[in-house]
């Protein structure tokens, strides 16, 4: 592997507050293991100051505002046109936004239409989406066919669904995104699933802090993309060089004008 590697985490949450007492150090080894690019998501009203304020105090990450289907519940009244504010006033991602048909509450009626409003923000204002799916690829495909698909593109991060979605999911305007899951060798969906994946499409990420590689440490950080860069290298038959060319290219190319 090359000492000038550049690497770009495309999906993080670096406003986690079980990082914030190491954020300094934790950046510190991102950027020593070749990490200079970030996309710090927000999941609710509440940490979306947060991540305003880390993407301004340390260069290369890039913030995402959004409503995560678990924190639906959670909105406001006037939720949307705070999120609104917030994409209109900065040149931000729309994120971590989704549909999860593994909730338990039922809530998935209105999972859809807050998910819905969302891309429909993103697509006004021309701003790329961060996308969360689970048990829920068909509803999002017609979702998103509706919708015209993503007019300035959209990574699904952490990919778990089969290879067969994948060129539906490529035409609707979507990135694939692969995370510290597929290193597990039972996750054998998205090991399947990543060679299937365009060369211009695919991304890899650390969703920090959740979703560590396994160890003893129970929370992720960015520095661990090196596990998911060597992983995905090995799945697709390339070299680790290129692997990291093409993620850091793609992801650059969709959210670095956030």
């Known amino acids: 592997m090359k000492k000038n590697i550049l690497l770009f985490d495309s999906h993080c949450h670096l406003q986690d507050e079980r990082i914030t007492d190491n954020l300094e150090q934790i950046m510190q080894r991102a950027y020593q293991a070749g990490v200079s690019s970030f996309l710090c998501c927000g ?15 340390y260069p290369g990450v890039f913030p995402a505002y959004g409503i995560h289907p678990w924190y ?3 909105k406001s ?13 900065t040149n931000a991602a729309v994120g971590e936004i989704g549909l999860d048909n593994a909730i338990t509450s039922n809530s998935f009626d209105e999972q859809s239409e807050i998910f819905r409003l969302q891309i ?26 509706e919708e015209g698909g993503l007019v300035s593109g959209g990574a699904i991060h952490s990919y778990s669904g ?3 979605f994948i060129p539906i999911l490529e035409k609707l305007g979507c990135y694939i995104s692969f995370s510290c899951s597929v290193t597990k060798s039972g996750n054998k969906r998205a090991r399947k699933a990543c060679p299937a994946v365009s060369d211009s499409r695919l991304l890899i990420e650390t969703d920090t802090p959740d ?7 129970p929370v992720n950080e960015p520095a661990n993309i090196l596990l998911v860069l060597k992983t995905v290298s090995e799945l697709r038959n390339s ?3 290129e692997i990291a060319r093409l993620t850091f ?6 959210f670095g004008k956030s």
């Open 211 to 217: 979703i560590p590689p396994l160890g003893d440490n």
């Open 239 to 241: 070299s680790i060089d």
């Open 249 to 254: 290219d793609n992801a650059t190319r969709l």
């Open 162 to 164: 089969s290879a067969e």
């Open 72 to 74: 639906i519940h959670e």
């Open 43 to 57: 999941s609710c009203e509440e940490d979306w100051p947060v991540v305003e304020k880390v993407s301004l105090k």
């Open 77 to 89: 009244r006037n939720w949307l046109e705070t999120l609104e504010r917030y994409i209109s006033t």
């Open 120 to 145: 429909r923000l993103a697509n006004k204002y021309k701003r790329p989406v961060s996308l969360h799916c689970r048990k829920a690829w068909q509803a999002m495909t017609e979702i998103l066919s």
